[in-house]
Structures are given as C-alpha cells and as structure tokens.
C-alpha cells in the first residue's frame, strides 16, 4: 500500500502481525512516501530493523518480539529440541541486529522465556505469537499513559524542543517524549515544537516533523547547533526526549546530540525531561559507561538524502570532499544529574537508583 506523500494519513500502528508476516511502516521513505513493507520471516524482520526500516526503542522492540514469534512459527516441528534450537539461534540474530536499545533485547527474551518455558512444540509456537502481541499492546498503553503523565508539565503556550523522533513511529503507537504533546493538544493547549533535524538521518526533520504535522501541531526544524542559542534568548520552555537505555544510576542514552542538549538546558536553568517506557530501564547496567552504543557507517555522515525538485525523485549527495572520512556514533549518553525527571507509564521519577529500584519493583 502506497500513499503520496502530501496524503494524510489514517490510523496506523508502526508495526503488527497478521498472520505469519509481519507488517511495518517502512520509516526510511518517510517524509516522501507512506509505505507498508511485509516481512514474511524473522530474517527479513531482523535485515528490516538492521537496515533502520523500522526504528525507534519501542517499535524495534516490537518488531523484534514479533520477529522470535516468526521464528518460533517457522520452526521445525519434528522434536522439541530442534523447534527450540531453531527459535535459540533467530532469537542470537535478531538481538544482533541493533545494540543500544533495551527495547530489543527485553522483547527477544521474554518471547524466548515464553517459548523455553513451555515444554511443548505446539505451546511454544502459540504462546511466542501471544507473547510478542502482548509486548506491542503494552508498549502502546505504556505510551498513552506516558502521555497522561507528562502532560500537567506542559503549560498552555510552552515551546518544547525535542530531539531525533520519539513520537508513535519510534514506538507502537503515540510514542513517548511526543506522547505529552499529543495529550497537551488534545485537552486543548497551544503548544509549539522546535525540532531538532536531528544529524545524520535526520530522524527529527524527516520523521518528527511529518508526524506532528499530521497531527497539526505547530513546529519548527531547527538545525542541530541552535538550540543552546534558543535557551540563551529564554524561547525554550522545556526540554523532552526519549531515551534507548536507561542505567541503574538513571543516565541515559539516547540519540547522538541529546548530551549536548542537556547540558545547555541545565546551564540556561530550562527543564530537561526524558519519557520511555519501563522496558527501555536495564538496571544489569550500573551506569551509562556500561551502555553499548552503536557506531554506524560513515556513509550516514558523508553524504545525505532528500527530495530533488528538479528530478522529482529522492536522491543522496556527498556533501564532504572524496577522501575526508566520518565517525558516526548513534548514540550519547546524558548523565542523571543533568535530568529533572523521567516521565514513565506508572508516573515520573528521580534520575536516581533509588527511584528507579522502586519503580521497577
Ligand atoms: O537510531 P534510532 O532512530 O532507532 O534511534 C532511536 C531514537 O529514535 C532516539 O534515540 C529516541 O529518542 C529514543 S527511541 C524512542
């Protein structure tokens, strides 16, 4: 299914199941073109979240729920062991596809969990599809209520700046740090967003901005390097981001660029807020220093996509002379100290290991 890109568009989750193929909204098309891609196995799932088709902590882990319970359906039914074996070795490629976001890996494992704990063929193949479908309806009522939660933090008329694209494509459905913003408009609040592009996929210009304005929500893309002047001139209210592992200490990380912004809000005294699920918390990591953060292609920093007026047709460009070379971590991590508060579906915490224990409890 294709829609033009000017369309709006109707009701979607960012990824579901129907049968044995699993279905996504492919994100690296997006602003230009509305595309369903159909996944008929766990490895075309897994190459779609390796490949960023679908993005974002919640709907990666999503998918990758989705992808163990493919698995687990495509199995080998001969014995119990060479089904399990089968649903083991999908479960170490899935979780190989993407290293940073807990969502992944929380998902894979409660699937697997699910799949090895009951000690039949027929259990484990029906039990993974119920597991995986559960993981996505709890993510999308986790970020409905993250939006219920943050929401009173948003005063009529605020200008909120936000970073890379934690709304409901990055997640199952209303995303998190874009979760407040929907909930703040639909009880009827102005509220203003400036949009961080977001380099170098440009998650925040490409994806965030298409999101909020289908939903008509007034923004701004900034480029990435304006924002500490924003806060200088006293034009940014408050601060919210997502987040794609949260330590036990309460640092987080999340999309390159988010440490810089917190540190800026801090020095200017603006609120700096981070929403996720309690999926996305891994208390196994002490601190941020214990957070594997993904290095990617410098291929994303040397050159860049966009919409071609003149060819009408999406094209990439280098943008560097032929020989310079890129770094391109995809992650940061933001010290606790630098956070007001984590907005959660069960309510909004400390960056503290005590209120993260308790939370998680
Ligand atoms: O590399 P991505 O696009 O999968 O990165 C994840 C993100 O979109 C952000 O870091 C986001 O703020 C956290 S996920 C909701």
Redesign the pocket.
């Known amino acids: 299914m294709k829609v033009r890109m000017a369309d709006k568009v109707e009701q979607f989750r960012t990824v579901w199941m129907e049968g044995l193929t699993v279905k996504i909204i492919n994100q690296v098309k997006l602003p230009y073109e509305f595309e369903i891609l159909d996944l008929k196995n766990y490895k075309e799932t897994g190459e779609a979240i390796r490949n ?1 088709n679908i ?4 709907a ?1 882990g999503a998918a990758a729920g989705y992808a163990v319970a493919q698995a687990a359906l495509e199995a080998p039914s001969q014995s119990y062991d060479a089904c399990l074996k089968y649903i083991e070795e999908a479960a170490d490629y899935i979780k190989s596809t ?1 290293p940073t ?1 807990q969502n992944l890996f929380y998902a894979v494992d409660r699937v697997l969990g699910m799949a090895r704990s009951v000690k039949s063929i027929l259990g484990a193949k029906l039990s993974a599809k119920k597991v995986a479908q559960q993981i996505a309806d709890e993510d999308a009522n986790a970020c409905k209520s993250i939006g219920e939660h943050g929401e009173p933090l948003i005063k009529d008329g605020f200008k909120i700046l936000t ?4 709304g409901w494509l ?2 199952v459905d209303y ?3 874009i979760s407040p913003i929907y909930t703040a408009k639909e009880k009827g609040k102005n509220v203003f967003v400036y949009v961080g592009e977001t380099r170098p ?1 440009l ?1 925040g210009a490409s994806l965030t901005a298409w999101e909020l304005s289908q939903e008509g929500i007034e923004h701004k893309v900034i480029a990435d390097n304006m924002s500490g002047w924003l806060m200088q001139l006293g034009k940014v209210d408050m601060v919210i ?4 592992r949260i330590a036990a200490n309460g640092d987080v990380a ?2 390159i660029g ?1 440490y810089e912004k917190a540190v800026l809000a801090k020095v200017n005294k603006v609120p700096f807020y981070v929403a996720a699920p309690t999926s996305t918390f891994d208390i196994s990591c002490k601190t941020g220093r214990d957070i594997t953060i993904e290095e990617r292609s410098e291929g994303e920093v040397l050159y860049i996509k966009g919409y071609c007026s003149k060819t009408k047709s999406v094209e990439e460009v280098r943008i560097t002379p032929e020989g310079s070379h890129a770094l391109n971590y ?2 940061d991590v933001t010290p606790a100290k630098c956070i007001t508060g984590i907005i959660t579906e069960k309510g909004i915490i400390v960056a503290k290991k005590k209120s993260i224990e308790a939370l998680l409890k």
Do not use: E, L, P
């Open positions: 960023m993005r974002g902590a919640g990666i993407r976001a970073h890379c694209n934690a990055a997640f995303g998190s740090a996929r998650q981001v997502g987040a794609d999340n999309k988010t995809a992650f």
